[in-house]
Structure formats: structure tokens, C-alpha cells
């Protein structure tokens, strides 16, 4: 079973951690509401998980996009950087996904960052 929630319970640590950036997945409905962490740790860079390595469903620009909107509330454009949720190799003796979708996937981030620099710029 995955776990699902939102980042609530995790709070207190990670406000405790002395880094720069979490890297925290946000690409599946399961990882709750970006403001819980926006909330808390907008002093630090997100990496924000915008698309799941785990599906071949590949998430659209918008919705990408929409995702980021969301972290912008929080976050300052120059603290945001776009990532997949956990990476597409997850596993050593086989990759999460195909090439083909992977290479979508990847595509799909680069527009939305090209959208995103036009826009907040």
C-alpha cells in the first residue's frame, strides 16, 4: 500500500533539516495540498514532483502548469525548480517506465517550464 497524506506529520522535522531545497512529489492527489508545505517552508527551493513516473499516462502541459501555480503561491519563481515524483529509474533492475513515455513526460516538463519563464519572468 502507498502512503498517502499530506506532508503535515513530516513538518517538524523537515522544518528542523539546515538544508536548501526539498525535493517532495506532488504529482498524484496523495501528497495533499501544496500549502501545507508552502506554508511552513517557503524559505526554502522546492523541487516540485509534476509528473509520475509510475503511469503511461503522460500529465499534460496544463495541468503542469496549474501544479506550478499552486507552489507559486508559496514560493518565488527563482525557488521552484519542476522534477518528476521519485525519478524515472526507481528501481535497479528494471526503469519505472518506457523511454517513449518517459521522453513525453520529460517533453511535457520542458513546455510548462518555457510557459512558466515567459509568464513569471
Request: hydrophobic content about 50%; aromatic content about 6%.
Given at each position: 500500500m502507498l502512503l498517502t497524506g499530506d506532508y503535515a506529520k513530516l513538518?517538524?522535522?523537515l522544518e528542523r533539516m539546515k538544508?536548501?531545497?526539498?525535493?517532495?512529489?506532488?504529482?498524484?492527489?496523495?501528497?495533499?495540498d501544496i500549502e501545507v508545505v508552502g506554508n511552513a517552508l517557503a524559505d526554502?527551493?522546492?523541487?516540485?514532483?509534476?509528473?509520475?513516473p509510475r503511469t503511461d499516462d503522460v500529465e499534460s502541459t496544463d495541468y503542469?502548469?496549474?501544479?506550478?501555480e499552486q507552489a507559486l503561491v508559496h514560493y518565488q519563481p527563482e525557488q521552484l525548480f519542476l522534477n518528476t515524483d521519485c525519478g524515472f529509474g526507481c528501481f535497479a533492475s528494471r526503469?519505472?517506465?518506457?523511454e517513449e513515455v518517459v521522453y513525453k513526460k520529460l517533453c511535457?516538463?520542458?513546455?510548462?517550464?518555457?510557459?512558466?519563464?515567459?509568464?513569471?519572468?
Open positions: 513538518l517538524p522535522a538544508i536548501d531545497q526539498f525535493v517532495l512529489e506532488y504529482a498524484t492527489p496523495r501528497a495533499g526554502r527551493e522546492l523541487g516540485l514532483g509534476v509528473v509520475n503542469i502548469v496549474a501544479k506550478a526503469s519505472v517506465n518506457v511535457a516538463i520542458v513546455e510548462a517550464s518555457q510557459i512558466l519563464r515567459e509568464k513569471y519572468s
